[in-house]
């Protein structure tokens, strides 16, 4: 009797353990295969054209590393573990993190939107809003009144054509002296005066301690919205563009297949290369993608110097569809162009 509460107790005492491990987690990362979002959802133009396939952007799922997820990736081929520093700077808090994230995929949006009506001959251009805060220095005045994706509309009661405009209005003052912003947080409009200090580095440069970006609105004809909810990075760019620019024109480039990729979108159509391309074929192959575009990226003497054994996108990309066995055809492209040349030429089902 007195050996079963022994091994009851044991077991009640390990069973604690083992939970409390799930919560502590690890100073590492897992990435893992995440998901491919069908675009037509997403990606509407007013009264565009509508496709019989289905153009499909593909995530990377990226979370904090407890015992078990970091035991269980060391144990997959398509599951990395990555060193905290490795996901963000040092000096960058998690709210800068996805801030940052977010932007990315704003703006990969709004250059997708461009590369797309411009291939599609058709207008738009940008309002102008303000500056976007993407950081703040904690050592700089900035810290006690701003955050993180504050947006900043004015500065001394004047407006800016752009944060370049900003940066040489706030530069020509002088420590100490005070400059009052008008920002907007949350939907609600603040004010605060912010006296400027000195940069530690480079020395004699004057500031309040933000990073920006200029914050402004992309303005289409036809309209056009994309909504993403919290997916970030600059990864859909080229799968943006292939949507938009299929319901601005008559013809279906789909075909009525199912067609996923990756790639970040340049205004001038080329394609970027992107991080966790691997997991992003199999999460395209569980969705029964029958075609993926992958980068195809120029490896420079520079880049193998550093990393001998780095591929481009395309080779990661065919390598990892090897290892699952998938059927689905892994295409590479260097630009929005060679993506259409494809379609164009696809037999239709």
């Known amino acids: 009797m007195k050996k079963k509460k022994i091994w009851l107790r044991i077991t009640f005492i390990v069973v604690i353990i083992l939970f409390a491990a799930s919560f502590y987690h690890l100073p590492y990362y897992v990435e893992s295969p995440g998901s491919a979002e069908k675009l037509a959802p997403i990606v509407k133009v007013e009264n565009g054209y509508k496709e019989k396939g289905n153009f499909m952007l593909t995530t990377v799922r990226l979370g904090p590393a407890n015992i078990y997820s970091y035991v269980l990736a060391k144990m997959s081929k398509h599951e990395d573990v990555l060193p905290l520093d490795q996901i963000m ?51 700089m005045p900035a810290a006690k009144a701003l955050n993180a994706g504050d947006q900043i509309t004015e500065v001394d009661g004047h ?63 036809p309209p056009v919205t994309v909504k993403t909810d919290n997916i970030g990075g600059p990864s859909a760019g080229l799968m943006f563009s292939l949507e938009i620019y299929n319901q601005l024109t008559k013809q279906d480039l789909t075909k009525g297949y199912q067609i996923a990729g990756t790639g970040e979108i340049a205004p001038d159509g080329e394609v970027g290369r992107i991080g966790g391309i691997d997991k992003k074929v199999v999460a395209a192959d569980k969705e029964g993608a029958e075609i993926f575009f992958a980068p195809n990226d120029e490896i420079t003497p520079d880049m193998k110097k550093e990393e001998p054994g780095i591929q481009s996108n395309y080779q990661e990309a065919l390598k990892a569809a090897r290892e699952i066995g998938t059927k689905m055809k892994i295409v590479p492209v260097k630009t929005f162009d060679d993506a259409l040349n494809y379609l164009n030429g696809l037999k239709a089902k």
């Open 89 to 139: 700077p040092k000096d960058q808090t998690e709210e800068e993190y996805n801030v940052y994230q977010l932007y990315l995929m704003d703006n990969s949006k709004h250059t997708a939107i461009q590369v797309a009506y411009s291939k599609a001959h058709k207008p738009y251009h940008f309002n102008y809003k303000g500056v976007y805060v993407l950081s703040v220095d904690p050592s």
């Open 159 to 221: 407006r800016f054509e752009s944060s370049a405009q900003f940066i040489k209005y706030v530069g020509g003052k002088k420590v100490g002296q005070s400059i009052r912003i008008s920002y907007i947080r949350d939907g609600k409009e603040n004010s605060a005066d912010i006296k400027l200090a000195e940069f530690k580095k480079p020395k004699g440069k004057v500031g309040i301690g933000i990073g920006l970006v200029d914050d402004r609105d992309l303005i289409t004809s």
